[in-house]
């Protein structure tokens, strides 16, 4: 089993940024960011490969949002730049991929209890 402990969300003005934080407690395997806005279903956003070295973003947030990892492959993050109002939404790590594209979310054992994020001026 691996827990997940996301942290860093909050409120800012169009054009603001925010760093958000995915604790893992163990590393291995990939770890994938999600977001679900109300009413919405659970889109990825961001995912990470161990070793850090490769990473996939949404086209909806390229080159503003950029997935990290600190050396021991246990703290992920997501770097999130001139964020917008449809930013706005609960924000969630993932982990325990199984198989299929890594965009389903049904295809992921392990998740966090999310981090919500509001964009708004």
């Known amino acids: 089993e691996i827990q997940l402990q996301e942290s860093g969300g909050g409120s800012v003005q169009p054009g603001g940024s925010l760093r958000l934080s995915c604790i893992r407690s163990?590393?291995?395997?990939?770890t994938t960011w999600f977001r679900q806005a109300p009413g919405k279903a659970r889109e990825a956003v961001a995912m990470?490969?161990?070793?850090?070295?490769?990473?996939e973003v949404v086209d909806s947030v390229k080159g503003r949002f950029t997935v990290a990892q600190d050396d021991s492959g246990t703290k992920i993050y997501l770097q999130m730049n001139n964020l917008k109002p449809e930013d706005s939404a609960m924000y969630y790590c993932?982990?325990?991929?199984?198989?299929?594209?890594?965009?389903?979310?049904?295809?992921?054992?392990?998740w966090g209890q999310g981090t919500q994020v509001t964009v708004s001026s």
């Open positions: 993932a982990a325990g991929y199984t198989y299929g594209s890594w965009l389903g979310a049904g295809n992921y054992h392990y």
């Open positions: 990470i490969f161990p070793g850090g070295i490769v990473t």
């Open positions: 163990t590393n291995g395997g990939r």
